[in-house]
């Protein structure tokens, strides 16, 4: 099934926003129905592929066939950049500035390495497409010249399973749970489970480092690879004979987060682990987002270990949108700080928040499932968790890929809503989460619109965690313009505190600007160099990653 | 205090042959007393330094003073080459082909950054010096012009130490014991315990990817590390915001593993852990080497996790390396599946190795390495182990760095002992194994001196893990030439079999042939676009990891 071109997900599980939720918004952040509906996909002007007849042939031919080979609108159209915000907004005002001339659908490595020598023949570029779900624009290459999309779907096979050494070898265009269905039949597990996981694919997780919601147990998508083949302009680097090694640098981590700029990821092996017997899912309460940050980090550091481990902050619990089949149950919050639209119409004030809720799951046998979930749940309490028993637990597990279905709900109903993430140590984590809430607030107070600003964190380390916020507003006249200086605020305002630029969405061209400050001039220029030696024309998702030569 | 220059360690704490060893060597391997004695340092002709005036007069401004330049020939002397046995060997003949014309000795970053210019500025080449441990070449660089070693002993400092995020940051030159007793001094432990523990340095560690004995719980030193700094030619490279990110490829990681062919590490932030209330090491025999290997693989898979994992085969059970305080106690076998000197003689055959003995240590809180040890001890007794007690834990514990002492005492006696590593996935290991065995004792016996051939596990992951060879022979009359087609017999077999050219010791000069055939010409022209980026001049550890230009 294809995703919504418009939208996320598939348009049967559409998210309809409850009556309570489209007034709150009214009244706290003066959202204001949109004037104009989206268009439709037959109204949008796409123009006609640029694609010269000669490329087609030899694409074409690459691809074995020209089935395989679309240029189409309506397949254009649907691999015309991610899935952000900014993204959504365009696309549904029929905006296809990004659209490549052509869809490229290879078999297998050969054919890759085919449409690449075809694609530098020809001075196509190239922008590898799994599950076209980036938010960080992934899937927009800078460079203004015709490119080509090539859509890995058909690349979906489970290569080889070792059961021995407990690893498998994917094709990149494996969609999540096709590949968890292909390991189970074998009684094996990935582990992978990111907000995306119904639609992202395995060398999408590789390209961009991605980290999964169990990643506390199972890690991260990155933690998992074990080897990655990669056809470049160049020709192919195969990695990883060991699960460690003292040969040099790590080749793999190279290839990992590299986002198409490199090369085309065609087959990752990567660390299966037996399906887990036992689930056990449950929430605690603590007072305040500082006291559940101090209990996870002391699971974090000290154990047992969870296996998936998160904590809303005071906003995000009262939304409720840690559980998203409750939202507009609970009373509402005021924007961070700021008089609600209520407020200033002379109304009462909402109640303020009264403390985090923190999801903590176990998986594993049914022993040390016990073990470790008895001696964590001693240390939540000791560190001033209450149990909230097993619901809100079911109610996020339930509705843990629910929230992106909303996003397209509350766009139509006129609110902006989007999500950004970042990471660091854990002594940086508090300043790091009150200067992004800060940069959010400011910026789109003064612009006319105060959001509210909720976070959680989803991923915990021994040295540090993510954050993860979501920041719904009204729309503004020009959404996309609108959110603009709020996102860049917000990217300062990360590297100003010390964390990392994306924890686990990456650079895309949205983050890249920031991408090159962390990683700084020199890092930045080794990078380049890399590019340089394996995609000399700079053909590869030119723009993404870095700056386009 | 300075290592003995001829060989390993403190020359107070030589260890001498037993005689029942002594005879055994001789009776087994066909080991005959050396006709010469080795030169003294006072014999060997150093020649004078090659570093014309000027030059000396900049690295002497450069390092704040010309006490921090040394010139003189037991300096120079003690900078030459590392501690592999071919090492050894040819530094006991009096063969300083690889003296250093300079020894420099810089206080921190901004002078290493200095010592760079001026080494630019003269056309010297650099070999940065941490502990001189290395048994790869990493310390002989391939071009033949003047060249200085950048000794980091001054820069041995603990630069910061955050207790909440469970990070510190150390510098380069700091040995192992000295960076154990500062953060022990705030109670926490690196718990990295390598076999050169107590000579090598915090940055050789991070540019060879060692691994130390209690990587089972504690993981290898690039998994520890959080941040590097790095002095290039070029300027610095600052790495390390948050544990995990999303931003690009892992600049770390290319880091680590570089071997001074990038630039000079100038600080490591790593992850630290509270000291362990609790040890616990216990032995266990196993019938085979494969039913130990199977043993260690569930742990290492299944959990739980002991913090020291490590199995020594048939033939180093027996001879009772595991145990080197009781070296000698055993009744010795013979060379592998071939006649012993002494059967050749006509004499009896000595009795065959009857098993295996595997150390598996748990380190922690009381409580969680009783859980631990109890659960660990089930599952080694279900996988047919049989405890053996406190008594093979404390014996190893006690001789784990005395090993590298009876090499000198070997060679002085007239044999050859090398050692030599590697890993692969879990169904590769028992064809591996074989097949280094196989290439060291054919190559060796072909050439007169049939060997034993010892090994252990000692290094375990989910997917697969280390074997370390010890390889005894008698020395041949030119003891290098005689070794070298046996190690390259052994990588060639490594490759062949799956391999990684070395797991923990790194690649050097030794491995650079092997490491470019398992990176893949275009892995390795990858890594060369950054080296020319971050070391356009080539001055940094010429021919080291890769060929010099």
Same mark, same amino acid.
């Given at each position: ?57 030899? &694409? ?23 899935? =952000? ?48 779900? =980036? ?79 169990? =990643? ?58 037996? #399906? ?50 409750? &939202? ?11 008089? =609600? ?125 993510? &954050? ?71 053909? &590869?998702?030119?723009? #993404? ?5």
């Amino acid at each position: 099934m294809d995703m919504l071109w418009s939208g996320w997900g598939d348009p049967a599980r559409a998210q309809p926003l409850p009556d309570t939720v489209a007034g709150l918004l009214r009244d706290l952040l003066g959202v204001q129905p949109r004037g104009t509906r989206p268009v439709t996909l037959a109204e949008i002007p796409v123009p006609p592929s640029s694609l010269p007849p000669a490329a087609l042939r030899s &694409l074409s031919a690459a691809v074995g066939g020209g089935e395989h080979v679309r240029t189409d609108a309506e397949t254009r159209i649907r691999h015309t950049r991610g899935k =952000s915000t900014p993204d959504l907004l365009r696309i549904r005002d029929g905006d296809v500035d990004d659209v490549p001339a052509a869809v490229v659908l290879p078999a297998g490595h050969d054919e890759v390495l085919a449409v690449l020598r075809t694609c530098a023949q020809h001075h196509l570029a190239l922008v590898p497409f799994g599950g076209g779900t =980036s938010v960080v624009g992934g899937l927009t290459p800078g460079r203004r010249s015709a490119f080509v999309a090539l859509d890995l779907r058909r690349m979906d096979r489970l290569l080889a399973l070792d059961p021995v050494s407990r690893t498998a070898t994917l094709q990149p265009g494996l969609r999540a749970p096709q590949a968890e269905e292909l390991l189970a039949a074998h009684g094996f597990t990935l582990g992978h489970f990111p907000q995306s996981y119904e639609w992202a694919t395995i060398g999408g997780f590789a390209a961009t480092r991605s980290s999964g919601q169990a =990643s506390a147990g199972y890690g991260r998508f990155d933690e998992m690879v074990l080897g990655l083949t990669l056809a470049t302009p160049e020709g192919t680097l195969d990695t990883g004979r060991a699960p460690r090694s003292a040969a040099g640098p790590d080749l793999r981590q190279l290839i990992l987060g590299s986002e198409g700029a490199f090369g085309v990821i065609t087959s990752v092996t990567v660390r299966i682990r037996p #399906v887990p017997q036992f689930r056990r899912y449950e929430g605690w309460h603590f007072a305040s987002f500082a006291d559940g940050t101090a209990a996870l980090r002391r699971l974090a550091q000290d154990g047992p270990r969870p296996t998936v481990l998160r904590l809303s902050d005071e906003t995000e619990t009262l939304v409720g949108l840690a559980q998203p089949d409750a &939202l507009g149950t609970s009373p509402a919050p005021r924007p961070d700080g700021l008089p =609600s639209a209520r407020e200033a119409d002379g109304s009462s004030s909402p109640p303020r928040p009264d403390g985090c809720t923190a999801v903590a799951g176990f998986e594993g046998t049914e022993e040390d499932t016990a073990y470790r979930r008895d001696r964590a749940a001693e240390i939540l309490r000791d560190c001033g968790g209450t149990p909230l028993g097993a619901e809100p637990g079911r109610r996020w597990a339930h509705g843990r890929y629910t929230t992106p279905y909303l996003r397209d709900s509350l766009l139509d109903a006129g609110a902006f809503v989007e999500t950004l993430e970042t990471a660091a140590f854990w002594s940086r984590v508090p300043g790091l989460y009150a200067a992004v809430r800060e940069a959010l607030t400011a910026t789109l107070t003064e612009a006319g619109t105060p959001p509210l600003v909720m976070c959680h964190i989803s991923h915990v380390y021994e040295n540090g965690a993510s &954050l993860y916020f979501t920041v719904v507003s009204a729309q503004g006249d020009e959404p996309v313009a609108h959110w603009t200086p709020a996102k860049h605020a917000a990217n300062d305002a990360i590297l100003a505190a010390g964390g990392t630029i994306s924890h686990h969405h990456g650079v895309g061209t949205d983050h890249r600007d920031w991408y090159v400050r962390e990683a700084g001039a020199l890092g930045a220029d080794a990078l380049r160099a890399v590019k340089r030696r394996l995609d000399p024309a700079g053909l &590869l998702n030119p723009g #993404v990653l870095l700056p386009a030569d």
